[in-house]
């Protein structure tokens, strides 16, 4: 990680690559989506989040698919944007916009739990990184069919896969082990953190399973 504490002159072009990733992470697609497609606030609806999920609760799956597809997307795009000017803007882009999703300023700084983004950050790092959280999340939930525990297992795991897989180059830039890591732990402590309630609810066996009719 680059020392951002440094002098500004040096150190102006980490914040922006920070600030970038938040802007972009904190756009609201789920909740454009649902206003566009006339079901209003989708703060409103189900569970209140702005992810994929509770858009799905409206009954409309492509404006779902969609909302999973530009989460997804802006993770990706914050990273391989920043990228290009080396690893450790890509990091910080990355971060950035985790932050952005998870606590936008335009919605009060409450946003979603990150895990669309998490997964198209991780994606961007390195596409098997990303790829092995997604086959671990589809395996967690085929065998437990809980979606948060899924997302949860799937992120705590994501920083082991980053350090541990090979070398795979972004936006033309290799990056080493540890920068891939310290964003996957990075992630998956923001992730895990958005889950608190999801946690609290497993512990206590009143998490809903996949499939089954909320409450």
């Known amino acids: 990680m680059p020392d951002i504490l ?3 002159s040096f150190t102006w072009p980490f914040y922006a690559a920070a600030l970038l990733g938040y802007l972009l992470g ?3 697609f789920g909740l454009v989506l649902a206003r566009l497609g006339g079901y209003g606030d989708i703060r409103q609806v189900g569970s209140g989040n702005i992810g994929a999920t509770n858009v799905l609760r409206t009954g409309n799956k492509p404006l779902a698919l969609a909302t999973l597809l530009l989460d997804t997307g802006k993770g990706a795009a914050a990273v391989l944007i920043a990228a290009r000017f080396g690893p450790d803007m890509a990091v910080l882009a990355g971060g950035g916009a985790m932050l952005g999703h998870t606590f936008p300023v335009w919605l009060k700084f409450k946003g979603g739990k990150g895990v669309a983004t998490a997964l198209g950050t991780l994606l961007a790092i390195a596409w098997p990184v990303g790829l092995a959280a997604c086959l671990t ?7 437990f ?4 525990l899924s997302a949860l297992v799937a992120m705590a795991l994501s920083p082991v896969y980053a350090w541990a897989l090979a070398q795979f180059p972004v936006a033309g830039t290799y990056w080493s082990d540890l920068q891939r890591a310290e964003l996957a732990l990075f992630i998956a402590a923001l992730v895990i953190l958005r889950h608190h309630q999801n946690i609290r609810r ?3 066996g009143e998490e809903p399973r996949i499939g089954a009719k909320k409450a």
């Open 137 to 143: 999340w589809l395996a967690t939930a085929l065998l």
């Open 26 to 28: 904190s756009i609201p």
């Open 6 to 8: 440094g002098s500004l």
């Open 145 to 148: 069919r809980y979606s948060s």
């Open 202 to 204: 497993l512990l206590k």
